[in-house]
């Protein structure tokens, strides 16, 4: 077999596993462009015989899907900010040093990491509910996904700070740069590229974020789509290619990111998660 | 006074306060939730006493109620079931795909991350694909497992007792699949090429190399993903409030799911939180294997 025939086969290969394991996706689009009849139809057909493109405009109106979208993207970028500003500086003093205190605190946070959600939820809603923060929901998701993701993002950022050069900021510091101005002007932009991505995985969860958001949120004003599609999804609903239209609306923006850029959400990832 | 706000730049004052004000806040949010959750298993608290500090203590009231509770062991059970079927189907799958796509060929890396797309969707949105897909009627897996002969009849996945579970793993393993597959592809490219030129050219066969060279060089890799699935696993929340909602009667139900209910369905904080604490002490647990299993790398 030479080399090219091998190579052949083998996208061959990948190409149908990658259409196996992406099948559903694929699913999801194609239902939502089908008729009511046509969803329903035995054998089902693969392509929508005659799509209804008119379907995600009368989603988005009727499930109003404006507000929806709009309280996730406030909820997940306020919790990015956060995240990334608290996060940045953890992840560098935690990368930068070696010593018990430095080990101590990154099994503090590796600690964190691992605490489930909907099992922290039920002490965040009573403690929240006494101090008061629960006539602010929004604010108190953004506390309770900030302080759930936060450790994932310092696990991650820390990994990209490990592989910028200890002395270009110690030739800075000779320079006459006190550690704040290094900080900010060599080491920061030398990490950049870590810090956005691992933001952006970040956001991406932040995004599709379910459990603290129903469990806080009761006005469904504030609500984000999550619970929009969880309200959506009845025991009984026969409305698949309206729920599938639903979906699509909402997780095309993040596939459109990630498929743009996954090669560097892919390092970032596999850089980090494993250390 | 001056040099104690000088070292708050320049000094290590600076250091202090990148390092002190996260961890601070993630104490004060993560750490007083935990140890609030253990305080309440030990309280009486209901829906008028949500607002007040103190409460009656009832000992281990809270334990003996939830562990005695009929629904509590079958629960528990699928909790189990839960976890290692996931795990070992996201594992072997994964497994498979790392392999395959360790065969350098020219786009492999880039197909490869097009399958983490299973990860970064919202968990909603996941429930909500696979819900359709496992449909009863009109669902396609059933109409492929009914057109290569598997199954005479179409299966009922989310409303039959015996597959409403089975439809929440079969779809946590779509889900967890591809980060798999993504860390063990880092554990694979990391063993040295020339190990198993060395074994070829001394007789052994492609099983035997996988035996002897991929999977002991593997062990830390594989050790780590599995404690982290594990974590994961336990985290695992929107599948079940998409697919199930731990019904039929239970059957599909796990305990962080569970813990929920109890809290926000029937209003029992205090077992919720007990729950809570049981589930949270193995998933401690869990993640002491994890970082003991990274702890060369979070030292080096």
């Known amino acids: 077999m ?10 061959a290969c990948g190409l149908v596993l990658a259409a196996i394991y992406l099948f559903p996706l694929y699913w999801m689009y194609v239902t939502a462009l089908k008729t009511s009849t046509a969803m329903f139809a035995a054998p089902p057909s693969f392509v929508p015989p005659n799509p209804q493109w008119d379907v995600f405009a009368g989603v988005w109106v009727e499930r109003h899907m404006a507000t929806y979208l709009k309280n996730s993207l406030i909820i997940a970028s306020c919790a990015v900010l956060f995240i990334a500003t608290l996060g940045s500086g953890c992840a560098y003093v935690l990368a930068r040093y070696r010593s018990v205190w430095v080990d101590v605190g990154l099994f503090l946070v590796l600690m964190l990491q691992v605490l489930p959600a909907s099992l922290m939820v039920t002490p965040i809603f009573v403690g929240f509910s006494q101090i008061g923060l629960l006539d602010y929901p929004r604010i108190a998701v953004i506390v309770a996904i900030t302080a759930k993701a936060m450790p994932f993002f ?102 459109a990111a990630f498929v743009l850029l996954q090669r560097k959400i892919v390092s970032g990832l596999t850089s980090g998660a494993l250390k | 006074m001056r040099k104690a ?23 004060a949010i993560s750490g007083s939730a935990l140890v609030y959750n253990v305080i ?27 562990l005695t509770d009929p629904q509590a062991w079958p629960i528990f059970g699928n909790t189990l079931i839960f976890v290692l079927c996931s795990l070992g189907g ?32 919202p968990g909603l949105v996941t429930g909500a694909i696979w819900n359709w897909l496992l449909a009863g009627d009109f669902g396609v897996i059933n109409f492929f497992l009914q057109s290569i002969g598997v199954i005479d009849d179409p299966i009922f996945w ?105 809290s926000f369905r029937e209003y029992d904080f205090a077992r919720g939180a007990t729950v809570s604490v049981l589930m949270i002490t193995l998933v401690i647990i869990a993640a002491v294997f994890y970082v003991r299993s990274t702890r060369h790398e979070v030292r080096g």
Do not use: C
């Open chain 2, 158 to 262: 989310r409303s039959s007792p015996d597959f409403a579970l089975w439809s929440v793993i079969i779809t946590n393993i779509w889900f967890g699949t591809a980060f798999n597959m993504i860390l063990l592809s880092v554990g694979l490219a990391a063993i040295p090429k020339d190990l198993y030129e060395a074994a070829s050219l001394d007789g052994a066969n492609a099983f035997r190399r996988f035996y002897t060279i991929t999977l002991p060089m593997m062990r830390p890799t594989i050790g780590a993903l599995l404690s982290l699935g594990l974590i994961f696993t336990l985290q695992q929340f929107d599948l079940f409030a998409a697919i199930t909602d731990g019904g039929p009667n239970n059957s599909s139900n796990v305990a962080q799911y569970w813990a929920w209910q109890l």
């Open chain 1, 2 to 11: 030479t080399p090219k025939t091998r190579n052949t086969l083998l996208i």
């Open chain 2, 90 to 121: 996201q594992f072997l799958f994964g497994f498979f795909l790392a392999l395959f796509f360790n065969m350098q060929f020219p786009g492999s890396t880039y197909l490869r991350g097009l399958f983490l797309v299973s990860w970064v969707m």
């Open chain 2, 40 to 66: 309440m298993s030990f309280q009486e608290v209901d829906i008028f006493s949500l607002g007040t500090f103190f409460r009656p203590f009832v000992g281990l009231d809270n334990y003996i109620a939830v």
């Open chain 1, 154 to 255: 310092v696990v991650l950022v820390r990994a990209t700070f490990m592989n910028v050069p200890a002395e270009l900021e110690e030739a800075a510091l000779v320079d006459g740069n006190s550690r704040f101005g290094a900080f900010i002007h060599i080491v920061l932009p030398l990490a950049r590229n870590g810090i956005l991505v691992s933001a952006l995985l970040i956001f991406m969860q932040a995004f599709g974020e379910f459990v603290y958001s129903k469990s806080l949120i009761q006005d469904v004003e504030l609500q984000p789509a999550s619970v929009g599609l969880s309200t959506f999804m009845g025991p009984n609903s026969v409305d698949w290619n309206r729920i599938m239209a639903y979906a699509s609306i909402y997780v095309t923006p993040i596939l």
């Open chain 2, 5 to 27: 706000l000088s070292t708050l730049w320049d000094g290590r004052g600076f250091d202090l306060l990148l390092v002190g004000i996260p961890l601070i806040f993630l104490i």
